[in-house]
């Protein structure tokens, strides 16, 4: 993974206890450059991150239409932050939901996924790229 801020890293989110020596794959992803992290299965199941990762995965592939795009771009330089449901009447040309869910998994939108479900008052911003 690569978060905001350009790091690159390994995360290990196995199904059982680990089996192998963490302090190991630390120095490992440290020698290719990359920050290592054990993901704790409490982490991956409690909560929401998973559940939005997976209503989010669906749309990926899913093309937005160049007006689309930049009509919600436009909308968010505009206004900094817009909830899910202001962003989805911006979309005139495809479905709003997948055209949203989609510029998330391109890395154009940003929505925080582990506090709450994703919905109507979930707020949307530009990643600025």
């Known amino acids: 993974m690569v978060d905001i801020e350009g790091n690159s890293w390994l995360l290990d989110a196995p199904d059982r206890a680990p089996q ?9 992803a440290g020698e290719v450059d990359h920050r290592y992290r054990l993901v704790g299965h409490a982490e991956i199941y409690d909560g929401f991150l998973l559940q939005n990762a ?39 040309e495809t479905q709003p939901v997948a055209a949203v869910a989609s510029l998330i998994l391109q890395r154009l939108l940003v929505v925080e996924l582990d506090s709450a479900l994703i919905g109507p008052e979930t707020l949307v911003r530009r990643i600025r790229t």
């Open 54 to 92: 997976r209503d989010l995965v669906r749309y990926q592939g899913h093309r937005v239409p160049l007006g689309d795009r930049v009509r919600l771009l436009a909308c968010l330089d505009e206004h900094g932050s817009l909830t899910l449901s202001e962003c989805l009447q911006v979309i005139r």
């Open 20 to 28: 192998v020596d963490q302090a190991a794959l630390q120095l490992s």
